[in-house]
């Protein structure tokens, strides 16, 4: 069972998610997908999944809904030996997009991924925020100890099909918490703000 806590500072919104059961007990800060003004940046998460699969999707992404710019981040990869004696690259990786989408378009475009089921579904049935989260800070117990290292950068991957508005609010923070260069040729709106979200997690 879940109880949800928010409280105010310095004129940040910050949601609190508490659960009861003893299954999510470590403790991590994430962001909201969500923008301003009611849309959706892309927003996926992959645990074990084969890396070029990853690619993969997104080049489907861009091919069926537009979608353009990709931020990939990794909390873990490793190179895994095949039965041909070949070696695939196999981790757990956090993509943040900029493509403004509705809530249901971004919903059907993670139904064309190998994302967690989780993942997809936790807006939907449960989730009362219903926003897409991914974390951007270390893992901790709740002693404050890090237990698993803040997710680092993997690639930017950009497609040059760009049919839709880009967000500057999570571009910004890509720029000063990602360190990803400049992107030049996007349609960004004005915003400035997302939301931050402290909660439990495994």
Not at 83 to 91: A, F, K, T, Y
Not at 126 to 145: E, I, T
Request: proline share 2%; aromatic share 12%; glycine share 6%.
């Amino acid at each position: 069972m879940r109880r949800k806590l928010q409280i105010g500072w310095c004129g940040i919104k910050l949601y609190i998610n508490l659960y009861r059961d003893k299954k999510p007990n470590l403790l991590t800060l994430g962001i909201f997908n969500e923008t301003q003004d009611n849309y959706f940046v892309p927003f996926i998460d992959y645990d074990e999944v084969a890396y070029d699969k990853v690619v993969k999707d997104l080049k489907h992404l861009n091919s069926v809904f537009g979608v353009c710019t990709f931020v990939v981040m990794t909390s873990g990869e490793e190179e895994i030996k095949q039965v041909d004696g070949s070696s695939r690259l196999v981790g757990n990786y956090l993509v943040f997009g900029l493509d403004k989408l509705t809530f249901h378009e971004h919903y059907a475009m993670l139904g064309h991924t190998r994302c967690d089921s989780w993942f997809r579904e936790a807006p939907v049935k449960r989730f009362s925020q219903r926003s897409w989260v991914l974390r951007v800070m270390p893992k901790r117990d709740m002693k404050g100890n890090i237990v698993r290292q803040t997710p680092t950068l993997k690639e930017v991957i950009r497609f040059g099909s760009c049919i839709h508005e880009h967000s500057n609010a999570h571009y910004q923070f890509y720029l000063k918490m990602f360190g990803i260069e400049q992107l030049k040729g996007l349609k960004f709106d004005k915003m400035e703000d997302i939301d931050d979200l402290v909660y439990q997690t495994r």
